[in-house]
Structure formats: C-alpha cells, structure tokens
C-alpha cells in the first residue's frame, strides 16, 4: 500500500485572483467544484499540471499504468458520485490512449473532462516529438475527440481558460451528460493570467421541472392503456428513479424490465421485476415484454438503440403506443418514433407521473413473479459460467458496486445476476470497450470506500488492461476481479460457431494465469475450479484489504440466452442476404 504524505498547505494569500498559472487555475477551478481525484499518466507537456496538482490540497493525483485505464478510472468515479471525472493525458499517444474511455462517457451519459497535453504552440507543425496539433502529417487530438465528446476545443493562450473550463463542464453536465475536451499546450498550461480571473462555480446544476402540459399528456396516455408494460434503461438508473418505478408500478401492477445498461434501476426481487430486456435478458423478461395483450410501452432514460431493444424488436411498437422519458429531446424519435415524449430528468418526470396514478386502484395482479438466483450445479467441471454468476448473486453483500466488463460476462450477469437495492451495476456498452472494468471499478472504489466494489470480466477482456490490478494495489483498495476464465475470446467463438459452424482465431492456445498476473502486481491471486473454491475464494477477498483476482476456469461453449438468439437472427440475416445475392 502506498503511504500518502499530507500536502502542505497553500498560501492563502494564493486567491483566485492571484493565481500564477493556467494550470494552477484549472487545478483550483476543479478542486472547488468538488473533484477530488485526477486519474492519468504524467508527461512533458503535462508537467505544469502536475506541478498544481502537488501544490493543491484539495485534488489527489491517481498514477493509473495507461490512459485508457485512466480513463475509466474517471468514468467509474463519475457513475458512482454523479460528480465530474477528470483524466489527463500526455500529448500524442497519452491523448489518444485515453480516447476510448472519454467516448464511452459520453455514450453513457456520463460527465468526464479530458484534459490533454499537447507541445508548445510555437512548434506546431515542426516536426517536434509528439506533435499532435494536425501539422506536419500528425494526428490531430482536437478533432479526433470531437467525434468522441460533446465539445473538444485548444485553448490558444491562458486568457482563454477560465471561460473555456467552465464552458467545458457546464456542457459535460448539461442535458445529457457526457465527456469534454481541452487540448493544453504547454506553454498555456505554464503561461500566467494576464488579469485576475474568479473561480467560476463548476458544480452539477440542478435540471429544471419538466413541462407540466407534456407531463399532462403522458397522464392521459397512461389513464387510457389497457396494459401496460415498463422498460427502463440507464437514464432512469443515473437519475436514482428506482423508487418512483416502484411506486408507479405498485400502482398499476405493470411489469417493469430493464436494459442491460439499466440494470439495477428496479429491484429484481420485486414482484413486478421482469428481469433484462433485450441484449443479456432472459426468456421470462422477453415474454412479459413482448406479451400480445399489452397495449402501452413506457421506456424511462433509453434511446432503444440494437442491444436495448434486440435488435429493434418490431414487436416492441406493434400495435401498441410507445410512452417515452427522457432527458435528451432528441431521442424521441431514437430507435423507435414515441407517440408521447417528456423531455426531462426521469426521477422529476415519474414523480409527477406517480403524483396522479399512486391513489388509483391497481388495473390488474401481478403477471410476473420475483427473480431468484439460479440453483448452481456444484461438482460439474469445467464450471458453467452462469452457476458462477448465480452464486455470486446470492454471495455478494446487497450494498455490492459491480462494474461489469463486454463480452459473454455481461450477458451472464443480465441473465443470472439478481440485482436488490441499494446494489448498484454498472455496464459500458455502446462503445462497448473491453477491459473497461478494470479501470472503472477502481474508480468507483475510490468513491464509494466504504462499499464493496466487484469488477465482473473475463479472461480476454482481463488481458487488455489488467495491469490496472497493480493501481489498487499501490493504493491498498480492496476491489475484486471475478475473472471467468475461458481461455480466449468466448463470445467471437461461440458467434463463429453458430454461424460458420466452426471456430476461427478467437481461443488461446492455453489460458492465461490471471491468478499469477494479479500476485506479480501485489493482489491477492486465487484459481478455482468448483463453487465451493469460488465461494470460498471470494469470501476471503471481500473480507481482504489487498484487492483480490478469482481466476474462475469456465466452460467456453456455454452459450447465453440471448446470444443464441442473436446467432439465429445472424444466421436468418445471412441466409437471406445469400439468397438476394
């Protein structure tokens, strides 16, 4: 465990008026706006910055082993606070590293400031070492995070950085929120402030009322469904509106399922929880939601995009009137076009909503029983990946953050993982980056201390970024890695073998040690091969203050629910491609 030393504090002649440097600006910017950790990997070009980290009291820097990890590190953050992330990277390749986490923010809907470093203004297009201005035949960091955030800009002179941070944050938290951009040169981040410049208040504002006609109209819709059905997606799980679907649900005796991504936003031990709908949902959460008598469709926080709605589902809309909850207007007609939209934060939206339906009598009983944990198959080897996730679901303490990673791991835990409050899951798809657990669940650790935080992965994903595991380690957080250990690329295999009938260049010649890895980085390793070595094992790492990897050996041929599903859609697609052609 690293050993902190206490900052010496700064002068408090040191206002914002009288600030020396760009750099120590933004630092003190940040650290009134409630930020308290700055997750990267230093460089020449960042080195201003990380000089006004160490003289800042408030703002600890965390030294991740790659900016992608970084970058997730401020994601995690960010999904458990609710408050901004920040990464920082180096010029160049430190930039572009860290580019795939800032893009998932953004495609989750959540608030990360990148802050990269680029070579002095002056050497633009010369040639020099990691020149990532667009001259000379180089890369060019502006533009390339401009596709990936909601506004990435160069700040030009010093005297631009007070206006141009906090329109920055303010845009990373407004309507939905996502990642900025700031390329800094380093003779910006070095440069002085010309003229005194007030810190500016960079805290999370709070969203206004929704429109109550809007709001009346969503009344009217719902007094008129037959029956109804919800499906809430990572919108209503950021906007804490588990509460108010219970009570709109109690209320109407309509089956709530959730996305994958919103998974964790309804409690899966309820009565009404239909489970996960869509990519990583059961049969039980397909039938409740796809169910011929339903009339009315109310989605909470999803734009319905592929996986929310498996594959765009025509069933989903059929015949029926699609209700739609949403802080961002523009995806009324995302997916599917609704017939009623909100635009609005989803707790504020339901809480209104509730306000009308809460004292009417129940229009039907339950159509749906709670879900329990899958009874596991003890003694069988090599282990079923789903048996590993039902034990972890009954296991784990109900207060449990768990990150879970891309590929066959997240559609188990969709499937087989009972979610009760106040746990909380989060998932990172749309960009669906592997390895994007590793750094978000330290991330998430360092928010939530006092919380137990469990990365969900697997072997492959583990391979691309789990040097992480050596960051927890330094800084003595005991966050757990569930390793399902297939010896390769298990989703591709099972996807090429559904379709082709055979598999190609997806598995490893022989898996990897995650146990040995994670004792070189200074974690506890564990290697099992039953559940009652699982459970074990991971009993002692929730009670370990090193973090722990369970290098759990699984059956790479079994197959989730839905991606069978998806492999008979493929198929169906191909065939009739082959057909037209």
């Known amino acids: 465990m690293t050993t902190h030393t206490t900052k010496a504090p ?41 000089e006004a980290l160490e003289d800042c009291p408030g703002i600890e820097p965390v030294l991740a082993k790659h900016e992608e990890g970084a970058a997730f590190m401020a994601l995690g953050y960010a999904q458990v606070t609710g408050r901004l992330g920040v ?17 998932s ?32 035949w180089g890369v060019d960091t502006v533009d390339a995070f401009r596709s990936a955030t909601k506004l990435s800009a160069l700040a030009s002179t010093p005297a631009q950085i007070p206006r141009l941070l906090a329109l920055s944050v303010r845009t990373a938290y407004h309507c939905r929120p996502g990642g900025v951009h700031i390329s800094l040169p380093a003779d910006v981040l070095s440069g002085r402030l010309e003229q005194p410049a007030p810190l500016p208040d960079l805290r999370r504002p709070r969203t206004g009322p929704p429109d109550p006609s809007a709001v009346a109209e969503l ?83 999803s734009a319905l995009g592929e996986l929310a709605t498996h594959g765009w589902e025509p069933r989903l809309v059929k015949g029926r009137r699609l209700l739609r909850i949403d802080i961002d207007p523009l995806h009324a007609g995302a997916g599917f076009e609704a017939d009623v939209h909100v635009s609005g934060d989803a707790t504020a939206v339901m809480d209104a909503l509730v306000a009308d339906v809460q004292n009417r009598p129940a229009l039907a009983k339950p159509v749906v029983a709670p879900l329990t944990p ?4 003890k003694g069988r080897v090599p282990l079923r990946a789903s048996a590993v996730v039902a034990h972890m679901s009954r296991l784990l303490p109900h207060d449990t953050i768990l990150f879970a990673d891309n590929g066959n791991c997240v559609s188990w835990l969709g499937q087989g993982f009972v979610s009760r409050p106040p746990g909380a899951i989060h998932v990172s798809l749309n960009i669906a980056s592997m390895g994007s657990s590793a750094g978000s669940a330290i991330g998430g650790k360092i928010a939530a201390v006092d919380r137990p935080v469990v990365a969900l992965t697997g072997d ?6 789990g040097m992480e595991v050596h960051t927890a380690a330094e800084l003595g957080l005991p966050v757990v890695w569930i390793v399902l250990n297939n010896a390769g690329n ?48 991971l009993l002692q790492a929730l009670t370990s203050s090193m973090p722990s990897a369970i290098d759990v050996r699984v059956d790479p041929d079994e197959v989730p629910w839905a991606l069978a599903g998806r492999i008979t859609t493929l198929r169906t697609a191909f065939a009739r491609g082959e057909l037209e052609g």
């Open 374 to 377: 899958a009874a596991p198959s």
């Open 490 to 537: 298990a989703m591709v295999h099972n996807l090429h073998q559904g379709l082709f009938g055979r598999s190609v260049s997806a598995m490893y010649s022989a898996p990897i040690d995650v146990a040995a890895v994670a004792r070189g980085l200074g974690a506890e390793g564990f290697v099992v091969h039953t559940l009652e070595q699982f459970e074990s094992a």
């Open 87 to 103: 990464v920082c990277g180096t010029a160049g390749p430190g930039a572009l590293h860290a580019l795939t986490g800032v893009a």
């Open 219 to 301: 009344v009217d819709a719902v007094r008129a469904a037959h029956r109804g059905v919800v499906l809430a997606g990572q919108g209503a799980k950021l906007s804490g509106a588990g509460r108010s679907l219970v009570r709109f649900a109690e209320a109407l005796s309509w089956p709530v399922a959730t996305t994958l991504k919103g998974k964790s936003a309804f409690p899966e031990d309820h009565a009404l929880s239909a489970g996960v709908f869509g990519f990583g949902g059961t049969a039980r959460a397909h039938a409740a939601v796809l169910a011929d008598d339903v009339d009315t469709l109310l989605v909470v926080g």
């Open 10 to 50: 700064v002068s408090s002649s040191r206002d914002a008026g009288a600030c020396q440097s760009a750099a120590e600006f933004i630092v003190r910017a940040l650290s009134k706006a409630g930020v308290t950790h700055v997750f990267g990997v230093p460089g020449g070009p960042l080195m201003p910055l990380y």
């Open 105 to 136: 923010a953004t495609a989750d809907g959540v608030p990360v400031l990148a802050l990269t470093a680029q070579v002095s203004s002056s050497s633009f297009g010369r040639g020099g070492l990691q020149d990532s201005s667009g001259g000379s």
């Open 460 to 465: 492959a994903a583990f391979a691309m970024v």
